[in-house]
């Protein structure tokens, strides 16, 4: 069935320093990878999100990259923050007649000072 | 996302009861969705409706209902049949995509049930 992997599950960074977490897909007729980061008992919120026509989308110090061939995609924070700190989510879904999501695992980061 | 409201917050069940979590939205989406949420797990998808009066199992839909009497409402009843119903349940909303475009979904804050 549809799958996606995430990696690390844990990530452990300096400030400053850069983050990459990384998800792979199974079903190679997904087109559209939305990015969530959930605080502590939040709701997830969408920090960006890549459809299938592009390599890569990028806002501010986020940018994701997207690898069809390979079907992989890739979240990259560069100067990490303290706030930063969260649980990141990747997802899959394709065209149809509804949109569903299927979730990576998470990755827990931690940007410490 | 802010316009997507869940209650309540927290809930506590007695096992053999049946419990009814809300969600409400004010964003005119056609498409709603319920996601469950466990300890060091991705979300599941549990039910969605992609329009008033209609909605589809997901992935783990044994031991829930909903229903879909009004655009902006979509409950989700967790029943005593849900052999294992505590986690963190959240709801979603997307203004409904096509054949040819996947939308965004956005999240209401949640619901963490206990059963007791």
């Known amino acids: 069935g549809e799958n996606v992997e995430q990696h690390p599950s844990t990530l452990s960074v300096q400030e400053g320093d850069s983050a990459v977490i990384k998800c792979t897909y199974s079903d190679s007729a997904s087109n559209y990878f939305p990015w969530y980061k959930q605080e502590l008992g939040k709701r997830p ?18 940018a994701v990259t997207l690898n069809k061939t390979a079907k992989h995609f890739s979240l990259h924070i560069t ?23 299927i979730f990576g695992a998470g990755t827990r980061l931690a940007v410490h000072p | ?19 009814t979590l809300s969600c409400e939205q004010n964003l005119n989406h056609d498409a709603m969705y319920w996601y469950r949420q466990d300890p060091g797990q991705g979300l599941r998808l549990i039910y969605y409706s992609q329009i ?18 009004k655009k902006e409402s979509f409950p989700l009843t967790v029943t005593s049949a849900q052999k294992n119903p505590t986690a963190f349940y959240l709801c979603a909303s997307s203004i ?21």
Not at chain 2, 2 to 14: A, D, E, H, M, N
Request: hydrophobic share 25%.
């Open chain 1, 45 to 62: 919120q969408l920090i960006i999100d890549i459809r299938s026509n592009v390599g890569e989308k990028k806002d501010q110090r986020i």
């Open chain 1, 79 to 101: 100067e990490t923050q303290p706030e930063d700190s969260a649980v990141y989510f990747c997802a899959a879904s394709r065209f149809g007649g509804y949109n569903k999501l």
């Open chain 2, 1 to 19: 996302d802010g316009g997507i409201t869940q209650s309540p917050k927290y809930l506590f069940r007695k096992e053999g009861q049946n419990v």
């Open chain 2, 52 to 69: 008033v009066n209609d909605f589809q199992k997901g992935d783990i839909a044994e031991g829930y209902s909903v229903s879909r009497e």
């Open chain 2, 96 to 116: 409904g995509g096509t054949p040819t475009y996947t939308d965004t979904q956005y999240f209401g804050p949640g619901t963490r049930l206990t059963v007791l």
